[in-house]
């Protein structure tokens, strides 16, 4: 006589699907998983590269030496103003033919390439604008100090007739010098590092208007610079 299923053939059968459902979801996880744990590893292999070519770049952006800075971590302003991604590749070959993007403050002032993702490195620096400024000193005491410290002066000498103006001093340093007299424009070179006091020599009195002094003060404020290399 022929009988129906046995309950414990029913939950064999039961488990049996359940078995056949589990491994194959387990199947499609593991393979989720290993296309995901491919791309971190190759994304793994990209990173440290693209995170070293931004590092070694932003250090050499603002290398002491370099041609955008007038000492080590201080940008100059004019030369930052002229940087583009021609010149950004002409002055650091390593970005040649690679996806740069250098930025400071939010703007982007020089791009190779087509960056849209890539590895990133900031850095706090100073960038340093040169101004000039222009004073026609009272010289009854034969010297004036500057306001401000410049790394230059340039003096307009024009003395009253038959006064020689001979010699001019920066902080006791003998400068400008012409037994003759000294006329015209004339540009001496002082320390940045420390307050300029001129004292002239004449053989009379130098009347105001005698000498006109210009100098280039300059002024620091801090920026982030942000490189981003998209290899």
Known sequence: MTGSATPSTDRGQANLVALAVALLALTAVLGVALVVADGAFAGADRDPGERRLASSLSDRLVASHGPLTTRANV???????????????????????????????????????????????????????????????????????????????????????????TTVRANGRVVAYDPAGLTGNVTVSVSRFETTTLAF??????????????????RTIKALLVVTVDD
Request: aromatic residues 2%; proline residues 6%.
């Open 75 to 165: 940008l100059n302003e004019s030369a930052v103003d002229d940087l583009d991604g021609t010149a950004l590749a002409a002055s650091f070959p390593v970005v040649e033919g690679r996806d740069v993007r250098v930025r400071l403050d939010g703007e982007t002032v020089a791009r190779t390439g087509d960056v849209t993702g890539g590895s990133t490195v900031r850095r706090l620096v100073l960038v340093e604008r040169e101004e000039s400024a222009t004073t026609t000193p009272n010289l009854d005491r034969d010297s004036v100090t500057l306001p401000r410290r410049t790394d230059r002066v340039t003096l307009a000498i024009d003395p009253p007739t038959g006064t020689r103006l």
């Open 201 to 218: 020599d004449a053989n009379g009195t130098l009347p105001t208007g005698s000498v006109a002094l210009t100098y280039y003060p300059t």
